[in-house]
């Protein structure tokens, strides 16, 4: 019986793989506070975070030339976050910069996915929320490289940082806060690029809610009129 379960289950998430994807990003989340504090903390973060977007590589079931490339990115990625955490500050902002742009490029091919013609499925479902959290973690990514050339272009009451500047878990929160536009006001903008960075943020989030529910609404009155 127990048997039967797990076959069941795992039969589940090979057709809704982006629910796996969904799982990985919360866990990724919820450890960022726990193991940001610490060098080695930050290079298993790093390790991580290229695990769930090699999750989301096998999620998407992209085309073989398409999956290398991401992959040898990705690991120059990694590569980058980790020299970063272990002293050579250096590299930051190959770090920062490759992170967004390889978390933007698996975003936008989630995207690509979920807001296709298809039909909807419960694994489009879970794509959207993934979705939804990568973009969130591509401007968290953003917010870090403009703080290498900007140090005081966020002003927080509270900043984890060692040098003063707001660290990956505070950056996370923040661009989170930003997305949704809940703004609790503990973390704000100092500078014009900072500010317009949170402007386009902001518009991407208002924007995908309502392109989500545009398909949700154009597949219902599709179906109402096939009836």
């Not at 930050?42 to 695990?51: E, H, N, P, Q, R």
């Not at 120059?76 to 490759?98: C, E, H, K, N, Y």
């Not at 661009?175 to 703004?183: E, M, W």
Request: aromatic content about 12%; glycine content about 8%; proline content about 3%.
């Amino acid at each position: 019986m127990n048997r039967n379960r797990m076959l069941r289950r795992i039969a589940y998430v090979r057709r809704n793989r982006c629910s796996a994807l969904v799982a990985a990003l919360c866990l990724f989340t919820v450890l960022n506070p726990l193991l940001a504090g610490s060098a080695i903390g930050g290079s298993v973060l790093g390790v991580a975070l290229f695990t769930v977007l090699v999750l989301a590589v096998w999620a998407l079931r992209l085309e073989r030339p398409v999956l290398w490339g991401l992959g040898v990115f990705g690991f120059i990625t990694v590569d980058a976050l980790i020299a970063d955490r272990m002293g050579f500050g250096g590299l930051r902002p190959i770090a920062l910069g490759s992170t967004a742009v390889f978390v933007g490029a698996i975003t936008i091919a989630l995207l690509r996915y979920v807001l296709d013609r298809r039909p909807i499925t419960t694994d489009k479902v879970f794509g959207a929320v993934a979705s939804y959290i990568l973009i969130a973690l591509s401007f968290a990514s953003l917010f870090g490289f403009l703080q290498v050339f900007q140090p005081h272009a966020f002003h927080a009451t509270i900043a984890h940082g060692s040098d003063g500047k707001l660290n990956w878990s505070d950056l996370m929160y923040f661009s989170f806060t930003v997305l949704t536009s809940t703004g609790f006001g503990e973390i704000t903008p100092a500078t014009p690029m900072a500010r317009a960075l949170i402007v386009i943020e902001q518009v991407l989030g208002v924007m995908y809610v309502a392109f989500l529910i545009a398909r949700l609404a154009n597949m219902y009155g599709s179906t109402k009129h096939s009836r």
